[in-house]
């Protein structure tokens, strides 16, 4: 690969109003700056991250998730600005691509095109039916003369409707000798890394525009950008996953993490959300369930069913209201109003309504095993740890805290007590 590429993350976010860094918000399960190291790294292997505000903590994030991520720790109160962000950023390519890490929506695809070619500088350029508030670009004979603010636009120049979109590759000798030039001298006391633009024209430098979607470049800079941020990614990955074979009903309502992976034709109803590294073959996601970093095969949830982190389903059924928490279940029904936590459970077996797994104690968790063929009714409590073998039958009420061997009956039962004429002592009568 013969480009490197510079990602500008030193900035402080005040407007995003939050103690996280503005660059680790999520955006369908990702920090929105790793959405751009991802585009980045698609296209080059010489990826530089600029840091400043809590960068330790940014540093520490990347590193858990990246290799062969360079970083430069820059002083922003010494070196304000995008162009002071640059200083003494090294680069081992020719040719060096500087992008923003609140841009989360950028792709690999206008990456590619903001590189290609052999001018001097390639400037990302977005045409607006309403520029108004962004400074202009003036294009001339195809290539880029110059970046006027708007206050000092001309009456001509304010009916340009082309404004910078803040992105530019640059051929890196260029680079390494206009950055040092650069001055504040100016309202903002920053240093600007527009002037380059400048720079270049000045020395007859070709300084060629390329046209990209305002969608892809914008920046994140509130809570309010990050919603619609997570709006736009959330259509493009479920368009894609429909175009894949996923059956989606009203998708607008679901929710889909980036990380996870459709096989086969699943089926994801109304009020849907999958998160984290979820792994779906062939399953149907009934209305407002969640499924949460787990494997679901040939099985059906909910609806209203919540599959937590660590959970594997093959060959089963979850009704409404189940709960599964680090569970593998392998042909099982549980068709509702139940809770499986920390348990394994083996084919032909049958769940009754309000089971639960009693696999903690306030100090641990303990696992339950259930067998083949285990019909397991309701309302009983499995008090971990504790082994059920095959072919066992579990009566209603049952309070299991000893391990039941294969083809056994396991009932607690109080016996009940009748007490005649009560309800007419309790409230006495007419």
């Known amino acids: 690969m013969s480009i490197s590429i510079v990602i500008l993350a030193a900035g402080q976010g005040t407007r995003m109003k939050s103690e996280t860094p503005k660059v680790l918000h999520t955006i369908s399960g990702k920090p929105m700056l790793f959405h751009a190291i991802d585009a980045a790294q698609a296209v080059s292997d010489d990826v530089t991250v600029v840091l400043y505000h809590q960068a330790e903590r940014i540093e520490s994030e990347i590193n858990a998730h990246y290799e062969n991520i360079h970083f430069h720790l820059q002083d ?11 200083k003494g950023v090294h680069t081992k390519h020719s040719r060096t691509l500087i992008l923003n890490g609140d841009m989360p929506l950028v792709t690999e695809a206008s990456l590619r095109a903001l590189t290609a070619g052999d001018a001097d500088i390639n400037m990302s350029v977005i045409k607006l039916e309403n520029p108004s508030g962004y400074g202009r670009v ?14 000092d636009c001309t009456p001509e120049q304010l009916n340009v409707k082309t404004v910078n979109a803040g992105i530019y590759a640059v051929n890196t000798e260029l680079l390494e000798r206009y950055i040092p030039m650069l001055d504040n001298n ?13 720079m270049a024209v000045e020395e007859g430098r070709t300084v060629h525009p390329v046209f990209v979607e305002e969608e892809e470049f914008k920046g994140v800079n509130s809570k309010l950008d990050l919603a619609h941020a997570e709006e736009i990614m959330q259509r493009r990955i479920k368009e894609a996953l429909m175009m894949q074979g996923v059956i989606m009903r009203l998708p607008e309502t679901i929710y889909i993490d ?31 369930s969640v499924v949460e970093d787990s494997h679901i095969e040939n099985s059906d949830v909910g609806p209203m069913g919540r599959i937590r982190p ?10 409404n209201f189940v709960e599964v928490k680090k569970s593998t279940l392998t042909g099982v029904k549980a068709g509702h109003l139940a809770y499986l936590g920390d348990a394994s459970i083996d084919e032909g077996s049958n769940i009754g309504a309000g089971v639960i797994t009693c696999n903690y104690d306030g100090k641990a968790k303990y696992p339950t095993k259930i067998g083949k063929n285990v019909f397991v009714g309701s ?3 499995l008090v971990a740890p504790v082994t059920v073998e095959d072919d066992v039958m579990i009566a209603a009420g049952t309070t299991v805290n000893k391990d039941v061997a294969q083809g056994e009956l396991a009932i607690s039962r109080t016996p009940l007590k009748r007490v005649k004429n009560f309800f007419y002592k309790f409230f006495g009568e007419n």
């Open 310 to 319: 660590g959970s594997v389903l093959k060959d089963t059924h979850i009704g």
């Open 76 to 86: 922003a109160q010494q070196f304000p600005g995008t162009g002071g962000a640059m």
């Open 186 to 198: 100016n309202a903002q006391k920053e240093y600007y890394l527009t002037d380059i633009v400048k």
């Open 138 to 151: 003036i294009i001339e004979n195809g290539e880029v003369r110059e970046i006027v603010e708007q206050k």
């Open 379 to 381: 309302d009983t409590q």
């Open 258 to 288: 980036c990380r996870a992976t459709f096989e086969g034709e699943c089926i994801l109803e109304n009020g849907v959300s999958i998160e984290g590294h979820s792994r779906l073959i062939k399953a149907h996601i009934k209305a407002g």
